[in-house]
């Protein structure tokens, strides 16, 4: 069975421009939510989708944001970069039936670094 | 605002010296305590969840506890292969899920 993967793994941007990473859940898994990881902060929820509606948000500003589709995949984008978005941004699915479940399946990350 | 935090930062152990993690914590009307591993380059992996207090979960070498304040992950006998970060979760009531910053284990050989 194939786990959860991202795309792309890695990228470089500048600031000010903006980024989508996407993300493909486990075959079966509805929910799908994303995290931003980096050294100090460690992981920081920012969204979570199920059957395409968005069950919870994290805190952070209007510049990010999500999107799911109806086959799971899910899409997030970041506008108007900063450098202070370079991190590690995961995804991750859940078999449970309902949303906001601790039980995660987490992808490998799309490493984003902007410069 | 639920909050966790995990001690110590680093541990270094030697192959075979059993030690524990702390993960204490803060949660309005706790759903759900949870373990992770993250190997570096990697994302985490999914190890227990715990659900209230006195309960135990193990794997392996691996033994996880829960008291209302705090959870603990018992690691005996430690393999060089254990090294990574262990990270802890929590699930309250705001139904977000509130990660710890992690403890890296290295185990030396």
């Known amino acids: 069975k194939a786990g959860v993967t991202q795309t792309p793994r890695y990228l470089i941007k500048t600031r000010g421009q903006q980024v989508t990473l996407s993300c493909s859940p486990i075959?079966?898994?509805?929910?799908v939510s994303w995290y931003q990881q980096t050294p100090g902060q460690g992981l920081q929820f920012l969204f979570e989708y199920f059957s395409e509606t968005q069950r919870n948000k994290g805190n952070f500003p209007g510049r990010f944001s999500g999107r799911q589709f109806s086959n799971s995949r899910s899409e997030m984008n970041v506008s108007t970069l900063e450098l202070g978005d370079s991190a590690l941004y995961l995804c991750a699915s859940s078999s449970l039936a309902g949303p906001n479940t601790g039980e995660l399946f987490f992808g490998e990350g799309s490493r984003l670094t902007v410069l | 605002e639920d909050q966790v935090t995990q001690s110590p930062e680093a541990l270094r152990l030697q192959e075979g010296e059993s030690s524990s993690l702390n993960c204490s914590y803060t949660v309005s009307g706790l759903r759900g305590l949870f373990w992770y591993r993250q190997d570096p380059g990697k994302g985490p992996e999914f190890l227990f969840t715990l659900y209230s207090a006195g309960e135990e979960k193990e794997k392996e070498r691996l033994k996880a506890t829960l008291t209302k304040k705090e959870s603990f992950l018992h690691i005996t006998a430690p393999k060089p292969e254990d090294s990574a970060t262990y990270l802890c979760a929590v699930l309250g009531g705001f139904q977000k899920l509130v990660f710890g910053t992690g403890t890296r284990l290295l185990v030396s050989p």
């Open positions: 075959s079966g898994h509805r929910s």
